[in-house]
């Protein structure tokens, strides 16, 4: 058995991120990889590119090797919903990994990433809860993450889920994501790949900009399609709750539900949705009270990442939830009210470094308004972070003239989903100090009943100091 300083020393270095690593992107797009592949064809098809001269075939099996081993850095890796932080569900320290390169607080349980219901079933040695028979079969591959026991014998590494009976799993949508879990034959623990506290990766230069130096290999799958995280269900409660939104609405699961005849039609919301305004300060400090809605008050979140506030940019940010106000017309109010007037100041130099930048984050009506003069032949507009940027200039009575970076997210949640966290990124690069941001409508497209709504509401909520309601 190990000594007591043996155990320490473990537990202590465990925890030092890596920080002298080379960070590569590694493009998986020019694999040829097929969209609907078993998990032995992917790795047939792993071996076949391992033993071309595919330009850098020998990089993504050292990527491939780093997480078979598990004695270096964490790999991170394309999912539909996000980028994931990914090592081996079984290895401890290659856990431990994850961990110390997010500096993500050590109660907080990781997903595990599985090639298929099979495959889980092989690891566990036991059949999922009933419950989840017919929800797997219609939403995985997919954005949902099912809580499961903990399995009698064990194979997880106990940090996976740390304070927790349960384990969350998800079989991903993107072809990356499989391809990988099937190259490496291992189940892979992923959080989100971003530092603790920022906002989701949803493109391989974005965990770049977050763990440049912590790990060494980003494997490049693309923009990510859906752009908000997994929704995390707990099947095992009775009610079923959904214990954070995500991709998959709970429109969804009501619907699956009623077709199938079986308790998802019931499901509950079990995360705290938040009303008001939140304050800025003490992220990844636990915010809030917590309850499920309805009678029922838990003392503590049940998806303990619940707790802890993420996706805040810099600046401050905004939520305009109010359906008849024009940003022009918001920005103007604002500053008359709560900027400190820039009249007195003595020179142009001290009158810039005072005038704030200011973004606007534009969805179902901001992005046709016509009381807004874009003006992009005078001012411009540029390509940052795919995404298009307009720049433009608003003339504040008494205050000067303000810098204003116009994103449109797009007009229905979907567009929304997979362009926000980009935003929010970009608001950082452009050091705004202000973000207006407009809250989209839940509109039904192509049957598409505001799909994901639930989810960006909640992420913008978050992001949110102060919420704009009335
Ligand atoms: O879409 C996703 O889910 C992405 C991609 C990479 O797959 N992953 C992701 O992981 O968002 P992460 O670690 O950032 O968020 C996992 C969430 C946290 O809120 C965590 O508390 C919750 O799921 N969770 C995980 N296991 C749990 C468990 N056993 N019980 C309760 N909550 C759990
Ligand atoms: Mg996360």
Avoid at 116 to 143: C, F, K, M, N, Q
Avoid at 234 to 243: E, N, T, V, Y
Avoid at 411 to 434: E, G, H, K, P
Wanted: glycine share 8%; with cysteine; aromatic share 8%.
């Amino acid at each position: 058995m190990a000594s007591r300083n043996q155990q320490l020393s473990f537990r202590e270095t465990s925890f030092l991120p890596y920080t002298n690593c080379n960070t590569r992107i590694i493009d998986l797009k020019q694999f040829d990889l097929l969209e609907h592949s078993s998990e032995n064809e992917y790795r047939t098809r792993y071996l076949e590119i391992i033993k071309s001269s595919t330009p850098n075939s020998q990089l993504l099996q050292s990527a491939v090797q780093s997480l078979v081993t598990g004695i270096a850095p964490p790999v991170a890796f394309p999912t539909e919903t996000v980028y994931g932080l990914g090592a081996d569900a079984t290895n401890a320290p290659a856990i431990s990994g994850i961990f110390a390169a997010k500096g993500r607080p050590s109660d907080n349980p990781l997903i595990v990433h599985v090639a298929s219901r099979e495959h889980l079933e092989r690891l566990t040695g036991e059949a999922i809860p009933e419950i989840y028979h017919d929800l797997v079969r219609e939403h995985w591959p997919g954005p949902l993450t099912i809580l499961v026991p903990v399995p009698k014998n064990s194979p997880f590494a106990k940090n996976v889920h740390p304070g927790q009976n349960t384990i969350g799993f998800r079989v991903p949508l993107s072809r990356y994501a499989r391809f990988l879990i099937s190259a490496a034959d291992r189940p892979i623990a992923g959080p989100s790949a971003n530092s603790s506290g920022k906002p989701s990766p949803t493109t391989a230069q974005h965990v770049k900009e977050d763990m440049s130096g912590k790990i060494n290999f980003i494997l490049d799958g693309g923009s990510c399609d859906v752009g908000v995280e997994s929704t995390v269900v707990d099947g095992l409660h009775d009610p079923p709750l959904i214990l954070r939104p995500g991709g998959l609405s709970r429109q969804s699961l009501i619907e699956h539900g009623k077709s199938f005849g079986n308790a998802w039609q019931h499901v509950a919301i079990g995360y705290k949705q938040h009303e008001g305004s939140i304050p800025t300060s003490g992220r990844d400090t636990p915010s809030g009270e917590w309850h499920l809605n309805g009678n029922l008050e838990y003392d503590a979140p049940r998806a303990p990442g619940m707790k802890y506030k993420h996706y805040a940019p810099q600046g401050r940010l905004i939520l305009v939830e109010k359906t008849d106000s024009r940003p022009e017309a918001l920005i103007r109010e604002f500053f008359q009210a709560t900027s400190p007037k820039l009249n007195g100041s003595s020179s142009v130099e001290e009158i810039s470094q005072i005038i704030p930048k200011v973004a606007i984050l534009a969805t179902t009506y901001w992005s046709t308004t016509e009381g807004f003069e874009y003006d992009e032949l005078a001012n411009g507009s540029a390509n940052l972070n795919s995404l298009q940027v307009r720049t433009t200039k608003l003339q504040i009575h008494g205050h000067g003239e303000l810098q204003v970076y116009v994103i449109a997210l797009g007009q229905i949640s979907s567009d929304v989903a997979r362009n926000l966290f980009s935003a929010l990124r970009t608001c950082d690069v452009l050091s705004c100090n202000y973000i207006f941001a407009e809250a989209p409508q839940r509109i039904e497209k192509d049957g598409n009943e505001g799909r994901d709504w639930e989810a960006v509401m909640e992420r913008m909520r978050k992001a949110a100091s102060e919420i704009v309601s009335m």
